[in-house]
């Protein structure tokens, strides 16, 4: 078929240049972020019930990350494009379909195919994939029109340092903090502001069904036409579902409740000083070296009167065996294991407040020694975060430059 179609030269380009910037921005947003799109993945194997797949979920989050990256890049910068053209139709020949079971059984709310950058519905994936399928067969049938640009050692070469880019941006959000924190609870964010609802916010609509019997026979009515005057009929059961979900704030489930069942969210963003919070989802799979760092900064924090909590979503027996093992200078309290997830990607990770603002995220490579909490912590913290964006702002006009310079490249080739 791809001998027999011509496909005009213009629609090719688009459609190239359309599937391949897609799946290299898919690919990049989740490559920097590798825990996250692994644990979409756990999500999904439990909604359909896969659960013995949850182990394979970090290597083929991993995997498909590099080969959605690599098909982008073979399209856009037309590096063995019969390849890419393979690999970006194989993708939505996949997902397509996928993404429309999602949208009509809705298993898991947010698909995750831009990771946290973009958060689009079930539905709205559906609707993209559509129209990125229609692309991707249309660079397929054209594939044989494109003559090599480079020499296959070169365009290897170069498929092959793009590998080792994003693999070593996976290797660094593994062992790190994600480059770019796409998620709600970044550096900066009040989290009282986060949590707030506008008072003309659209609230959760609720279909109400009533079930009522009359001489063996049950009937289903709504609220405007049961029969309330009728006593031959005898109310049995109700049933809600919800219609429309109203307003949901960014920052929806910072909730912190003590061992004893005091509720601490307040207690701990009242206050106006600085708060250590160390969380762990899962203390069982902690890494014990990062919880004997945190351990030392939390004796530091006692002498010095900060507050240092540790946070989790595991048990008392699950504590009460990391007690045994270390001398705990601090008490944990409990929070749902999805939000600890979404607020560090660290098992355990440190989160310094100013009151109720983030100021610092460590993962637990990354805590610092209780000496550099000693000092101005604020002014430190403002430093750091003024140095990280200015390397962003190079590190965005590098790569604006070299999209610039793949552009010209790309349309000076076209026509080759």
């Known amino acids: 078929m791809s ?23 898919s690919g990049f947003v989740k490559g920097i972020d590798p825990l996250g799109f692994t644990y979409k993945l756990q999500d999904y194997f439990t909604a359909f019930n896969l659960v013995f797949l949850q182990n394979t979920a970090l290597p083929l989050a991993i995997l498909l990350i590099l080969a959605e990256f690599l098909v982008g890049i ?42 946290d950058a973009i958060v689009i519905t079930n ?45 070593g941006i996976n290797i660094y959000g593994l062992n790190h903090l994600p480059l770019i924190d ?24 609720y279909k109400t069904i009533l079930i009522y019997e009359k001489d063996g026979v049950q009937k289903e009515f709504n609220e405007e036409n049961f029969p309330w005057q ?11 579902y919800l219609v429309e979900e109203g307003y949901k704030p960014p920052l929806h489930d910072f909730l912190i409740v003590s061992g004893n069942g005091e509720e601490l969210t307040d207690i701990i963003l009242s206050n106006p000083e600085y708060t250590l919070l160390l969380f762990s989802q899962n203390l069982a799979r902690s890494n014990i070296k990062g919880i004997q760092k945190a351990n030392n900064l939390a004796l530091f924090c006692n002498e010095n009167h900060i507050p240092f909590y540790g946070i989790s979503a595991s ?34 990770g440190l989160v310094l407040l100013k009151g109720d603002v983030i100021i610092g995220k460590w993962a637990w490579k990354d805590i610092p020694d209780p000496e550099v909490f000693s000092g101005n912590m604020l002014s430190s913290q403002i430093t750091g975060f003024n140095r990280d964006k200015n390397s962003w702002r190079v590190i965005g006009l590098s790569i604006s430059m070299l999209l610039i310079w793949a552009g010209s490249q790309v349309i000076i080739k076209n026509k080759s």
Request: aromatic letters at 16%; charged letters at 20%.
């Open 3 to 25: 001998n027999k179609i011509k496909i005009p030269e213009p629609l090719l380009f688009l459609s190239r240049i359309v599937v391949g910037l897609v799946f290299i921005f």
């Open 74 to 115: 073979s399209l856009f910068f037309k590096l063995r494009i019969k390849w890419g053209a393979w690999g970006g139709l194989i993708f939505m020949i996949v997902f397509t379909p996928l993404t429309l079971i999602l949208a009509l059984t809705n298993p898991v709310t947010d698909c995750g195919c831009f990771g």
């Open 123 to 167: 539905w709205q994936t559906f609707y993209k994939n559509f129209v990125i399928i229609i692309f991707a067969i249309i660079v397929f049938i054209g594939k044989n029109q494109y003559r090599p640009s480079y020499h296959s050692i070169t365009e290897w070469s170069v498929l092959l340092a793009f590998s080792v880019f994003m693999i």
């Open 182 to 205: 796409f998620r709600p609870y970044k550096l900066g964010i009040s989290i009282y502001e986060g949590m707030e609802v506008p008072e003309d916010a659209p609230q959760d609509e």
């Open 230 to 240: 009728d006593s031959t009929w005898k109310f049995v059961d109700q049933n809600s």
């Open 315 to 348: 048990g008392e027996n699950e504590i009460d065996n990391l007690r045994n093992e270390v001398e705990l200078y601090f008490d944990f309290a409990t929070m749902d294991e999805t939000a600890i997830k979404t607020i560090i990607r660290s098992n355990p």
